[in-house]
């Protein structure tokens, strides 16, 4: 059984940083790609960043240089390290993996506001 836990999101002020987790069990993390995605109000889920089993990485153009995805698979946890937020990046961020369909975490809310 698939499950995915996000957690690391709050309230954080323009230009500050969080560090997103996504915990994950029921399926061989090491050998999947793994993204994060984020939904804003009244707005579509788009993917933020995505990372391969061999560590490739790439990112929407609207986070580039500001996030990094990472992987720990002896833990099989998948990282978004944000910096510099905006709050344009407040959203709810979802971990998500495709295996035959798609899996989705719960979410986790961040809100960047003053």
């Known amino acids: 059984q698939v499950q995915m836990m996000e957690s690391g999101g709050g309230l954080v002020q323009p230009g500050g940083s969080l560090r997103l987790s996504c915990a994950t069990s029921g399926f061989a993390f090491n050998v999947r790609t793994m993204s994060w995605h984020r939904q804003a109000p009244g707005k579509q889920r788009e993917l933020v960043a995505r990372?391969?089993?061999?560590?490739?990485?790439d990112y929407a153009d609207s986070v580039k240089g500001r996030f990094t995805i990472g992987r720990d698979n002896a833990k099989s946890t998948l990282y978004l390290q944000m910096y510099d937020l905006k709050p344009e990046d407040t959203a709810i961020y979802y971990c998500?993996?495709?295996?035959?369909?798609?899996?989705w975490g719960q979410g986790t809310q961040v809100t960047v506001s003053s």
């Open positions: 998500h993996v495709i295996i035959n369909r798609n899996y």
């Open positions: 990372i391969t089993p061999g560590a490739l990485t």
